[in-house]
């Protein structure tokens, strides 16, 4: 049995709605690998954030390292219902 293998990265997932398309063009039965990689701009920001580090600019590296855990975050609320916890019922 063979087996469709399918890479995605970059700008493919690189957006909500992109992403949702993906879902969309892997959602049928067929077997598949689906192998997805770095968002746009992800494999140049480590890049960065490991030249900052490396060069001993621990401030800039931690800007960067937080704006990008910040955009990682932002993209997962899309995919993600997180719920709050209900308040306590007062005795």
Same mark, same amino acid.
């Given at each position: 049995?063979? =087996?469709?293998?399918?890479?995605?990265?970059?700008?493919?997932?690189?957006?909500?709605?992109?992403?949702?398309?993906?879902?969309?063009?892997i959602?049928?039965?067929?077997? $598949?690998?689906?192998?997805? +990689?770095?968002?746009?701009?992800?494999?140049n +920001?480590?890049?960065?954030?490991?030249?900052?580090?490396?060069a001993?600019?621990?401030?800039?590296?931690l800007?960067?390292?937080?704006?990008?855990?910040?955009?990682?975050? &932002?993209?997962s609320? =899309?995919?993600?219902?997180?719920k &709050?916890?209900?308040? $306590?019922?007062?005795?």
């Amino acid at each position: 049995m063979s =087996h469709l293998i399918m890479k995605f990265g970059g700008t493919s997932v690189g957006s909500p709605e992109r992403i949702k398309a993906l879902v969309e063009l892997i959602g049928d039965a067929r077997p $598949k690998i689906v192998v997805l +990689s770095a968002m746009v701009g992800t494999t140049n +920001s480590l890049v960065e954030i490991a030249n900052l580090l490396y060069a001993n600019d621990n401030a800039k590296g931690l800007i960067r390292i937080n704006a990008l855990e910040k955009a990682i975050l &932002k993209l997962s609320t =899309h995919f993600f219902i997180i719920k &709050k916890p209900k308040a $306590k019922a007062k005795s």
